[in-house]
């Protein structure tokens, strides 16, 4: 996103005046408190209704005063901001309505804004108020009253760079995620939508491009400060660098599920096609812990009517799906309660179900969720079974079905009456197929060896789980060997499957 205005790359904030931005003390000598108008002095006033009252009236008189101890008093609201955000004092006595000032003026005046330490506010100050507005819903409505939303929307939009651009991204998400303070963001839909659908496309790149890539000499002074906290070294600002540039692209993703979440945007988000084919490869970095990220974002449309219908026209998008539901990651479930979304839905089931249904149909036996995979898949297994309505192009999802009806249920009730006995039978002779198996695959004969297994596991009892974990394994070599990708991946994830619901069985974390 293009920057209204663009900052001096030779610019430095420590031309004229250097300070410490992290003081450790008040930097102030007056011993006279009640006259003297240094904050560090203020708030050591030990009557609480002075200090109420000299507070309150510093910050009505900061922002129309030009003083370069304001970044000192900044840093140090910063600090008692982010330890203490839900401490209702400095709310109380105008800080929301004095940041939000500081904010305006520096995206309205730019010789201000370039002056000595002065960069450093807008930062400052939007920082100060996403930590007030994060848990606590009074002091985020308090902050929307003291008319905070449209400065941070000018930060957001890109008024000065994508450093302040992190930090009102994250405030706003904070005033968003509350329900008294959603329409106060939400005037802004069109505005904001379209700005967190490109920074979260662009935020990577627009970072590489405005900081990492750049010279030492050529980054800006206020941004390596910033982010390093006044340290130096190009690896620590690199890092930081990339860690920021996914927390701008985490915090775009929420700005957007927060809508998505309510039902609005849905049309403006998925119009942009593009976006919803890049979706399942943002992550952020799982940089913002509280963040869905592209696949929460995916989920979340998945459970509109309208997010539904454009998702299931996009192929690659529910491939990706697929890929990501084998993983092993945290993003696994996402990503399966996507695709379970788009198979309840009679308008997109058979949309998708060729290509999702041979995948789900592997992780029918994790613990979590393999019930409901089972139930979804043959939610209309009837329509198959018995040839009637049926809207499948391919025949191997009928196939696949059809093993997945023996499986579940044909087989279930086959072996429910069976006794420990004739389990152990069972048992016993698909472990003898298993060791001809062996046999086979060690003299190089994978075909004859996935066989052997193949009919081992037909044998091998369903309560002998960790059983039917090595045999689908050692299928998957055979697989593998003979260059049939798509079965080992297959073998692979049913085995995964089982093992984490073994794991599950024995309190193996």
Not at 180 to 198: C, P, Q, R, Y
Not at 330 to 335: I, N, P, T, V, Y
Request: glycine share 4%; proline share 3%.
């Amino acid at each position: 996103m293009d920057m209204e205005y663009q900052l001096p790359q030779n610019y430095s904030t420590t031309k004229k005046t250097k300070h410490n931005l992290i003081p450790a003390t008040p930097t102030c000598t007056n011993d006279n408190y009640c006259s003297c108008s240094c904050f560090f002095c203020i708030v050591s006033e030990t009557v609480p209704t002075l200090r109420r009252a000299k507070i309150s009236r510093y910050f009505k008189q900061m922002p129309h005063l030009d003083d370069q101890e304001h970044i000192l008093a900044l840093n140090g609201l910063w600090k008692i901001a982010i330890t203490k955000p839900n401490d209702p004092e400095f709310p109380s006595l105008g800080i929301f309505r004095c940041m939000a000032k500081l904010i305006q003026k520096s995206v309205s005046y730019k010789d201000w804004l370039l002056r000595d330490q002065n960069m450093y506010i807008p930062y400052y100050a939007a920082h100060i108020i996403g930590s007030y507005a994060m848990n606590e819903v009074k002091l985020a409505d308090k902050a929307v009253k003291s008319n905070v939303v449209k400065p941070l929307i000018e930060l957001f939009i890109g008024k000065i760079s994508w450093v302040e651009q992190r930090v009102a991204l994250r405030a706003l998400g904070h005033l968003a995620s509350h329900e008294a303070t959603f329409e106060a963001v939400a005037e802004h839909e069109a505005e904001i939508i379209e700005a967190a659908i490109d920074i979260a496309s662009t935020c990577l790149d627009t970072v590489y491009e405005k900081f990492v890539s750049l010279k030492e000499s050529e980054r800006l002074e206020y941004q390596r400060n910033l982010l390093t906290r006044g340290q130096r070294g190009l690896e620590l600002e690199n890092r930081k660098a990339e860690e920021w540039a996914n927390q701008l692209q985490c915090w775009s993703l929420y700005l957007l599920d927060c809508f998505a979440w309510r039902e609005r945007s849905v049309g403006l988000i998925c119009k942009k096609q593009q976006f919803l084919k890049e979706l399942c490869g943002m992550w952020g970095g799982l940089a913002n812990p509280t963040s869905p990220a592209g696949l929460g974002l995916v989920r979340t449309l998945c459970h509109t009517k309208i997010g539904r219908e454009s998702i299931a026209d996009l192929k690659e998008v529910i491939v990706n799906l697929c890929n990501v539901s084998r993983s092993s990651d945290d993003r696994q479930k996402l990503a399966i309660e996507s695709l379970l979304q788009l198979l309840k839905d009679p308008f997109t089931r058979y949309k998708v179900m060729d290509i999702v249904v041979p995948v789900l149909v592997d992780l029918v036996e994790l613990k979590s969720l393999g019930q409901t995979i089972t139930q979804t898949l043959l939610q209309d297994y009837h329509k198959i079974k018995f040839f009637r309505s049926l809207n499948l192009k391919s025949e191997r999802t009928k196939i696949t079905l059809e093993e997945l009806w023996d499986l579940k249920v044909d087989r279930v009730k086959r072996e429910s009456p069976m006794t420990e006995q004739e389990i152990r039978e069972k048992e016993a002779m698909a472990c003898a197929l298993k060791q001809e198996g062996n046999n086979e695959f060690w003299l190089g004969n994978m075909e004859m060896a996935a066989m052997k297994y193949s009919k081992a596991l037909d044998l091998c009892p369903l309560k002998r789980k960790r059983e039917r974990v090595v045999l689908h394994s050692n299928r998957a070599q055979c697989h593998l060997v003979v260059g049939d990708a798509e079965s080992a991946v297959s073998d692979a994830s049913r085995a995964l499957a089982l093992q984490r619901e073994l794991d599950g069985l024995l309190g193996v974390h």
